[in-house]
């Protein structure tokens, strides 16, 4: 795509549509309404605990590490439901577009996604919760960078993708500078296309997850690329799924009976990070037995807590902060949580794993 070399306040909402694509811009006319009057379907049911012979959830499976994590767990052969498909959906857009396709019924993303589908007068429900205390993004620079601080991201052009945690990390770190959206200029890209804004050097700035990081450097710190350092984190890695999805009794007892397995997938993982780096890193990912290691170095010990209090409070502070640059809505969080769920993950793990 051609990218814009700003984002100036009145052409933030044409952005929204154009990244988000059409489901997007039919869901815009909504929004208002939406953001007004709180979701449209409400999940006051009690949580139903029996999974009826015959339910399906079709789940996301982000390159193959959902799915992978299950199996090399043995935790998959204990899912109660089928599994039509796990289709490799990772994008919050991407997400929410198949959301509104009735083509996935559950996926894992950071906080931002819900946020944009409810701008977008999409009514989904976050079930569960993973804290996240490290960044699992960090700054990287194009090669030839004198960059070294976010101070000095002031006048570059910065990477940018409003509907994903990338986005949102970056404008965070941006305040935390005392930096404006106006103080730099945010091109505005989709995260699979960051890395390749930065070879060209046609953005200064992309925030890269964790696992593309080590990678990037190994090719290119020899020509000057580097990471600029921050405290900055995305705290939230959740599951949600549609709010018509969670109406549904037998979809909501599978996305009951899902939770439990979800967050002791996670916890293996942590406690068998040689298994994880070889089966998945090397195998699927075709980075090598080093750069895997390096990555499981940055990655975070999962927390599932049994109160979603602090996380609501982040997500509250990620919609003011949204609001206040006039990408979104003004809205109260907490209408994206369904709290029947908040007990399941942290139940199932140890207690080391809760707080």
């Not at 009735?102 to 894992?108: G, R, T």
């Not at 977008?120 to 490290?134: M, N, S, Y």
């Not at 009794?249 to 397995?261: H, M």
């Given at each position: 795509?051609?990218?814009?070399?700003?984002?100036?306040?009145?052409?933030?909402?044409?952005?929204?549509?154009?990244?988000?694509?059409?489901?997007?811009?039919?869901?815009?006319?909504?929004?208002?309404?939406?953001?007004?009057?709180?979701?449209?379907?409400?999940?006051?049911?009690?949580?139903?605990?029996?999974?009826?012979?015959?339910?399906?959830?079709?789940i996301a499976s982000a390159l193959g590490a959902e799915q992978l994590q299950l199996q090399l767990s043995g935790l998959i052969?204990?899912?109660?439901?089928?599994?039509?498909?796990?289709?490799?959906?990772?994008?919050?857009?991407?997400?929410?577009?198949?959301?509104?396709?009735?083509?996935?019924?559950?996926?894992?993303?950071?906080?931002?996604?819900?946020?944009?589908?409810?701008?977008?007068?999409?009514?989904?429900?976050?079930?569960?919760?993973?804290?996240?205390?490290?960044?699992?993004?960090?700054?990287?620079?194009?090669?030839?960078?004198?960059?070294?601080?976010?101070?000095?991201?002031?006048?570059?052009?910065?990477?940018?993708?409003?509907?994903?945690?990338?986005?949102?990390?970056?404008?965070?770190?941006?305040?935390?500078a005392g930096l404006k959206d106006s103080d730099v200029q945010l091109v505005p890209l989709t995260s699979d296309q960051f890395?390749?804004?930065?070879?060209?050097?046609?953005?200064?700035?992309?925030?890269?997850?964790?696992?593309?990081?080590?990678?990037?450097?190994?090719?290119?710190?020899?020509?000057?690329?580097?990471?600029?350092?921050?405290?900055?984190?995305?705290?939230?890695?959740?599951?949600?799924?549609?709010?018509?999805?969670?109406?549904?009794?037998?979809?909501?007892?599978?996305?009951?009976?899902?939770?439990?397995?979800?967050?002791?997938?996670?916890?293996?993982?942590?406690?068998?990070?040689?298994?994880?780096?070889?089966?998945?890193?090397?195998?699927?990912?075709?980075?090598?037995?080093?750069?895997?290691?390096?990555?499981?170095?940055?990655?975070?010990?999962?927390?599932?807590?049994?109160?979603?209090?602090?996380?609501?409070?982040?997500?509250?502070?990620?919609?003011?902060?949204?609001?206040?640059?006039?990408?979104?809505?003004?809205?109260?969080?907490?209408?994206?949580?369904?709290?029947?769920?908040?007990?399941?993950?942290?139940?199932?793990?140890?207690?080391?794993?809760?707080?």
């Open positions: 795509m051609s990218a814009p070399q700003g984002l100036s306040a009145p052409n933030r909402r044409l952005f929204l549509q154009t990244l988000l694509g059409a489901g997007a811009a039919l869901g815009l006319s909504a929004c208002t309404a939406a953001a007004a009057s709180g979701p449209a379907l409400s999940s006051t049911a009690p949580l139903p605990t029996r999974v009826p012979s015959g339910d399906s959830l079709t052969k204990q899912i109660p439901f089928t599994v039509p498909s796990w289709p490799n959906i990772s994008a919050g857009p991407d997400v929410i577009n198949a959301f509104r396709a009735n083509s996935l019924d559950l996926a894992n993303n950071a906080g931002i996604p819900p946020i944009q589908a409810h701008y977008q007068g999409f009514d989904t429900r976050i079930v569960a919760i993973d804290l996240t205390r490290k960044p699992s993004y960090l700054f990287a620079t194009k090669p030839h960078s004198d960059i070294r601080s976010v101070a000095e991201f002031a006048g570059r052009k910065l990477a940018f993708s409003q509907g994903q945690a990338q986005g949102v990390v970056l404008l965070r770190a941006l305040r935390e890395l390749t804004a930065l070879e060209a050097g046609q953005v200064d700035i992309a925030p890269l997850a964790i696992s593309q990081a080590p990678a990037y450097l190994n090719r290119y710190a020899s020509d000057g690329a580097h990471t600029v350092t921050t405290d900055v984190v995305d705290l939230l890695n959740l599951l949600w799924a549609p709010a018509e999805v969670l109406a549904d009794s037998d979809k909501a007892a599978a996305v009951a009976a899902f939770i439990p397995l979800w967050a002791k997938s996670l916890v293996w993982v942590y406690e068998n990070p040689s298994v994880w780096e070889d089966e998945y890193y090397v195998k699927t990912q075709n980075i090598s037995a080093a750069q895997a290691q390096q990555v499981t170095a940055l990655s975070n010990k999962p927390l599932l807590p049994p109160s979603w209090d602090e996380a609501i409070a982040w997500e509250q502070e990620t919609v003011d902060l949204l609001a206040q640059g006039g990408y979104v809505n003004s809205f109260k969080a907490e209408v994206l949580f369904d709290r029947r769920f908040e007990h399941l993950a942290a139940a199932a793990v140890p207690v080391e794993y809760r707080s």
